[in-house]
């Protein structure tokens, strides 16, 4: 597609469910980033994807958040045992490769609302 | 932490006068960058100046880098009430694949 797409754009869940988030990168980005947002904060690191190498994970808070990616293409971000803490919007962003010549395009977030 | 500061927290000007947003980084970075967000949602990049640029423009906006100062600034001429929004800067560190982001700046231009 023409740019980042993000599912669901909502999605409120219940304290302790399960939940998937997903993000569709811009065709041959080889980059792929989540950061998820509290409100009225910066952004917040979470997990880096670059081609066939090991995800960089150093920015999930907890083992309770896993992050894949298939194919070099769409990634998923799962966070188990929900809590109220992680309200916030997640991020998905992808970049043409590492560099210092690329900005990233961002999709337009996924709002998690843990009631 | 990489982590950058924006200063001001929060702007409000009238359209036609000039905006311009600071930013502070801590560690050495290969690049730094401008980013615009409408409404909570996505960001939009607007501008990357490189560690040996000193000054760049794009259409409205001017970015400067003091790397002596670990600061950069961002200009946004003859302001419009279009350009309302929240302005992260976000750094690209030495030796780090990802950017650290501030907490923002939130402009209100008023008509």
């Known amino acids: 597609g023409a740019g980042v797409s993000q599912s669901p754009s909502n999605k409120v869940t219940e304290k302790g469910k399960d939940v998937e988030l997903r993000c569709d990168p811009i065709s041959g980005h080889t980059a792929l980033y989540w950061y998820r947002q509290s409100l009225g904060q910066g952004l917040e690191f979470l997990i880096y994807f670059q081609g066939n190498s090991a995800p960089d994970k150093s920015g999930l808070p907890s083992d309770r958040f896993s992050a894949e990616r298939t194919g070099g293409s769409v990634s998923t971000l799962t966070i188990q045992r929900t809590q109220q803490e992680d309200s916030a919007v997640y991020l998905c962003?992808?970049?043409?490769?590492?560099?210092?010549?690329?900005?990233?395009?961002f999709g337009s977030g996924t709002r998690l609302t843990v009631v | 932490s990489q982590q950058g500061e924006e200063d001001p927290q929060a702007l409000s000007i009238q359209e036609g006068e000039n905006a311009t947003m600071n930013c502070s980084y801590k560690t050495s970075i290969n690049n730094l960058q401008w980013y615009r967000q409408n409404s909570g949602r996505g960001l939009v990049h607007l501008i990357l100046?490189?560690?040996?640029?000193r000054e760049k423009h794009s259409g409205r906006l001017r970015v400067t880098l003091d790397t002596s100062k670990k600061s950069s600034s961002l200009l946004i001429t003859a302001s419009r009430a279009a350009d309302t929004a929240s302005y992260f800067c976000a750094s690209r560190g030495s030796g780090y694949s990802t950017l650290t982001f501030g907490k923002g700046t939130m402009l209100l231009v008023s008509p």
């Open positions: 962003a992808s970049s043409p490769g590492e560099g210092d010549f690329y900005g990233y395009t």
């Open positions: 100046i490189r560690s040996n640029e």
